[in-house]
């Protein structure tokens, strides 16, 4: 039982270069989400999903896009990279929210750097 | 001002000792309260969880929540340098959107 797996785990960019961080997890879970972790600022919310085929905005969207084509996978592309998408990216999943908050299991990240 | 404040440190303590850590938030509405701990280049696991206010202990972890003063802290008794890692409150309101904590960097010396 893998959990949750990013690929890759490392990657440098050119500014302008496009590129996809793929999430997969095997808990069967309904929700998934793409955080980016700065220093001093925490975990910010990119996108979320609450289940096959559906998306929705988090906190810092913008210069993303997501899909979930299938439950078990939420890709997170950045069409243009710029130097402000310099991040550490995490996802996570958790299970259907119908009581109260399910906890969200976080995947190792991606170290994204952008020159 | 963020929704939620947490010191950055870091923290350094000696092997055995208590650590405290503590966030403050601004929002009322918040009723779940979670500790993560994130070791070097890895993914945040939660460590405990609390709803509403009051204590729970799990081992030698102990989460607070006092919503009146919109307040909450972990302690970690006897501390160990497996311990040494970043912890990171979240919160949420009714649904699972969390919102976290800068984290706190602690360093648990032999």
């Known amino acids: 039982n893998a959990g949750v797996t990013q690929t890759p785990k490392f990657r440098v960019l050119k500014t302008g270069q496009s590129m996809t961080l793929l999430c997969a997890q095997d808990?069967?879970?309904?929700?998934m989400y793409w955080y980016r972790q700065d220093p001093g600022m925490g975990l910010r919310l990119i996108h979320y999903?609450?289940?096959?085929?559906?998306?929705a905005k988090g906190e810092v969207p913008d210069g993303y896009n997501v899909s979930r084509l299938k439950k078990q996978n939420f890709l997170l592309g950045l069409e243009s990279a710029a130097p402000s998408q310099t991040s550490v990216y995490f996802c996570?999943?958790?299970?259907?929210?119908?009581?109260?908050?399910?906890?969200?299991?976080f995947g190792d990240g991606t170290r994204l750097s952008i020159l | 001002q963020k929704e939620v404040e947490q010191d950055p440190g870091p923290l350094s303590v000696p092997e055995g000792a208590i650590v405290s850590l503590n966030c403050t938030y601004s929002?009322?509405?918040?009723?779940?309260f979670m500790w993560y701990r994130q070791y070097s280049r890895k993914g945040p696991e939660l460590l405990m969880y609390?709803?509403?206010?009051g204590n729970k202990e799990d081992g030698r972890f102990t989460a607070q929540v006092d919503k009146s003063s919109k307040y909450i802290s972990l302690f970690i008794r006897d501390s160990q340098p497996s311990d040494s890692a970043t912890y990171l409150c979240?919160?949420?309101?009714?649904?699972?959107?969390?919102?976290f904590g800068a984290g706190t960097t602690v360093t648990v010396r032999a």
């Open positions: 996570a999943s958790s299970k259907l929210q119908n009581r109260g908050n399910q906890p969200q299991h």
């Open positions: 808990m069967n879970h309904e929700y």
């Open positions: 999903s609450v289940g096959e085929g559906t998306t």
């Open positions: 929002n009322s509405a918040f009723q779940y």
């Open positions: 609390t709803y509403s206010s």
């Open positions: 979240a919160m949420s309101l009714s649904d699972y959107k969390l919102s």
